[in-house]
């Protein structure tokens, strides 16, 4: 365990998330790709303004008394100092120290700035606090400013008020949005006169009970008056301790990356997200399942028993005793029966002369991926997951035809080896004899007298006994038929080879067919979550 750890600089995360939102752009929806892009680029964009400056936004409801709030922590009324600003439509800036202060401001959308001589507190440094638009304004325009322009200070000062601090509108749907950003928040609850001084607390707590729903951890709330100026100090006091500390800048931008990528991957940290880029790919079992289920839709085990059935027929067609492997030619070749091609197609672009795969292949073909996108999606988040069920919808309907091109460019070992063709020999030698003789036979029988130069007198000699046209008609009919007897058994075992090689040979091409139109496809959307979740881990440091 390491005793020091630091995060990865702040440019760098930013630079991941960015990274993030675009690859996850066909998997995230368009408003979290939305989100993850704004805080990227505001969050590089205010890191290349002024670092120096602090900005603190006043938010708060009308009625709140927010701008007398933001003028009493100023020290001046610059509300009424200046009648040509439309404070219920445009932000106000009073700038403390401005130079240097200008393209942020620029960067704001603040026009009405208000530069203020000397210090705010003693090392306050550089600080802007911005009275702002309501965020409850009946004008949308209004609503808008204060709406983006939370998301753009370094420090949210939340102003509410004895009437309005339970207000279910004001907390779902500002205070709640930035509940990460707790670090950068204050909580002021204005107006506090109106209260008794023994309700001052009451309230307060209920306020902070209400912050503490929402998600503001370690909220406070600071009670304040400007009639009767309670609290303007415990205000000043905090936004000074926020202004020297100089990491309100940092610290907002944390909230925002924390605050986003949370709400894409609740309950993950960056150990987990690590731990899950090892995992790009379900294990071999899954695969090995699937290609078994679609070895099945295509028949493999039926195609292996007919390549077997074919080569007894072959054999027996070139090997059997002659006399009555001649019928066999006329039985129909089981493969050819099938439509599978005898010779594989090496370039795999053809399709086979099986017929299309049928609605119960179809469905087995379909279960085989429809279990392996469920193994992939293992571990994946809802959207990754989802996207992983529509593509293999895409790929069950393409795979058929790719399941068919690997059935057709399996080599089907179906054809006997020519070392065979010494027993066709022996077999036409064998008939050779038993005609030769039968054939003496016949010419002793009708024309004696064509044998009587060549034998004299013994027109048909022996050997122990036995006539000579009778041992060759007996030694060559038995040869035949015991060759076609051994032969025969040869084929069964030898076929059983060929059914194990055949199905082998189909296994490893669906393998290769799946491997590219099904784990391909899918893996890749799992290696992009690996990736997307790699960049998620740093962005969150």
Same mark, same amino acid.
Do not use: C
């Given at each position: 365990?390491?005793?020091?750890?630091?995060?990865?600089?702040?440019?760098?995360?930013?630079?991941?998330?960015?990274?993030?939102?675009?690859?996850?752009?066909?998997?995230?929806?368009?408003?979290?790709?939305?989100?993850?892009?704004?805080?990227?680029?505001?969050?590089?964009?205010?890191?290349?303004?002024?670092?120096?400056?602090?900005?603190?936004?006043?938010?708060?409801?009308?009625?709140?008394?927010?701008?007398?709030?933001?003028?009493?922590?100023?020290?001046?009324?610059?509300?009424?100092?200046?009648?040509?600003?439309?404070?219920?439509?445009?932000?106000?800036?009073?700038?403390?120290?401005?130079?240097?202060?200008?393209?942020?401001?620029?960067?704001?959308?603040?026009?009405?700035?208000?530069?203020?001589?000397?210090?705010?507190?003693?090392?306050?440094?550089?600080?802007?606090?911005?009275?702002?638009?309501?965020?409850?304004?009946?004008?949308?325009?209004?609503?808008?400013?204060?709406?983006?322009?939370?998301?753009?200070?370094?420090?949210?000062?939340?102003?509410?008020?004895?009437?309005?601090?339970?207000?279910?509108?004001?907390?779902?749907?500002?205070?709640?949005?930035?509940?990460?950003?707790?670090?950068?928040?204050?909580?002021?609850?204005?107006?506090?006169?109106?209260?008794?001084?023994?309700?001052?607390?009451?309230?307060?707590?209920?306020?902070?009970?209400?912050?503490?729903?929402?998600?503001?951890?370690?909220?406070?709330?600071?009670?304040?008056?400007?009639?009767?100026?309670?609290?303007?100090?415990?205000?000043?006091?905090?936004?000074?301790?926020?202004?020297?500390?100089?990491?309100?800048?940092?610290?907002?931008?944390?909230?925002?990356?924390?605050?986003?990528?949370?709400?894409?991957?609740?309950?993950?940290?960056?150990?987990?997200?690590?731990?899950?880029?090892?995992?790009?790919?379900?294990?071999?079992?899954?695969?090995?399942?699937?290609?078994?289920?679609?070895?099945?839709?295509?028949?493999?085990?039926?195609?292996?028993?007919?390549?077997?059935?074919?080569?007894?027929?072959?054999?027996?067609?070139?090997?059997?005793?002659?006399?009555?492997?001649?019928?066999?030619?006329?039985?129909?070749?089981?493969?050819?029966?099938?439509?599978?091609?005898?010779?594989?197609?090496?370039?795999?672009?053809?399709?086979?002369?099986?017929?299309?795969?049928?609605?119960?292949?179809?469905?087995?073909?379909?279960?085989?991926?429809?279990?392996?996108?469920?193994?992939?999606?293992?571990?994946?988040?809802?959207?990754?997951?989802?996207?992983?069920?529509?593509?293999?919808?895409?790929?069950?309907?393409?795979?058929?035809?790719?399941?068919?091109?690997?059935?057709?460019?399996?080599?089907?070992?179906?054809?006997?080896?020519?070392?065979?063709?010494?027993?066709?020999? /022996?077999?036409? &030698?064998?008939?050779? #004899?038993? !005609?030769?003789?039968? %054939?003496?036979?016949? $010419? *002793?029988?009708? @024309?004696? +007298?064509?044998?009587?130069?060549?034998?004299?007198?013994?027109?048909?000699?022996?050997?122990?006994?036995?006539? /000579?046209?009778? &041992?060759?008609?007996? #030694?060559? !009919?038995?040869?035949? %038929?015991?060759?076609? $007897? *051994?032969?025969? @058994?040869? +084929?069964?075992?030898?076929?059983?080879?060929?059914?194990?090689?055949?199905?082998?040979?189909?296994?490893?091409? /669906?393998?290769?067919?799946?491997?590219?139109?099904?784990?391909?496809?899918?893996?890749?959307?799992?290696?992009?979550?690996?990736?997307?979740?790699?960049?998620?881990?740093?962005?969150?440091?």
């Amino acid at each position: 365990m390491a005793l020091f750890s630091s995060k990865p600089p702040l440019g760098e995360r930013l630079d991941a998330l960015g990274q993030a939102a675009e690859i996850g752009r066909p998997y995230l929806s368009p408003a979290q790709r939305e989100r993850l892009e704004k805080v990227a680029r505001a969050g590089a964009e205010r890191r290349a303004l002024s670092a120096e400056h602090t900005v603190v936004g006043f938010f708060g409801a009308t009625g709140s008394g927010k701008t007398s709030l933001f003028n009493a922590i100023v020290g001046e009324d610059l509300g009424k100092a200046a009648a040509r600003r439309p404070t219920t439509s445009s932000p106000l800036a009073a700038v403390w120290e401005p130079v240097g202060s200008e393209e942020l401001l620029d960067w704001l959308g603040v026009e009405d700035r208000r530069a203020r001589s000397g210090e705010f507190a003693p090392g306050a440094g550089p600080l802007i606090l911005l009275d702002l638009p309501d965020f409850d304004s009946v004008e949308a325009s209004n609503r808008a400013i204060a709406e983006r322009l939370a998301g753009q200070v370094d420090v949210l000062v939340w102003v509410s008020d004895p009437e309005k601090y339970a207000d279910s509108v004001i907390h779902e749907q500002f205070i709640r949005p930035h509940a990460n950003h707790a670090a950068v928040t204050l909580a002021v609850l204005n107006k506090s006169d109106l209260l008794a001084e023994g309700d001052v607390p009451t309230v307060s707590a209920s306020f902070k009970g209400l912050l503490l729903d929402d998600g503001l951890s370690n909220a406070t709330v600071i009670p304040t008056s400007t009639r009767t100026g309670a609290g303007l100090d415990t205000l000043r006091d905090a936004i000074t301790r926020v202004a020297r500390a100089h990491t309100a800048q940092s610290a907002r931008i944390e909230a925002d990356i924390q605050s986003v990528t949370a709400d894409l991957i609740p309950d993950a940290s960056g150990k987990q997200l690590a731990k899950q880029e090892k995992q790009s790919r379900p294990d071999k079992h899954a695969k090995r399942d699937m290609d078994a289920t679609l070895a099945e839709a295509t028949s493999a085990d039926r195609i292996a028993d007919k390549a077997a059935a074919a080569y007894r027929k072959r054999l027996h067609e070139r090997t059997g005793w002659l006399l009555t492997s001649w019928i066999t030619r006329f039985r129909p070749d089981p493969l050819r029966r099938m439509g599978v091609r005898d010779d594989a197609d090496e370039l795999g672009v053809h399709r086979s002369s099986l017929p299309e795969l049928d609605a119960a292949s179809k469905a087995v073909s379909n279960r085989g991926v429809r279990e392996y996108a469920e193994a992939v999606s293992q571990g994946l988040p809802p959207q990754w997951a989802a996207a992983v069920s529509d593509r293999a919808g895409g790929v069950a309907e393409q795979l058929p035809a790719e399941l068919d091109r690997a059935v057709a460019r399996t080599r089907v070992p179906a054809q006997p080896s020519k070392a065979w063709s010494l027993l066709t020999l /022996i077999q036409w &030698l064998a008939l050779v #004899a038993a !005609l030769v003789g039968v %054939l003496w036979y016949l $010419l *002793v029988a009708l @024309v004696p +007298g064509v044998l009587t130069p060549l034998l004299g007198g013994d027109l048909v000699p022996d050997v122990e006994g036995w006539p /000579i046209p009778t &041992l060759l008609i007996m #030694a060559g !009919l038995l040869t035949g %038929l015991v060759i076609g $007897l *051994v032969s025969a @058994v040869f +084929g069964g075992v030898l076929g059983s080879g060929v059914r194990r090689r055949t199905k082998a040979a189909l296994r490893r091409e /669906i393998a290769v067919a799946s491997e590219d139109t099904v784990v391909a496809p899918l893996g890749q959307i799992r290696e992009d979550y690996a990736r997307f979740a790699d960049r998620v881990a740093l962005a969150r440091g």
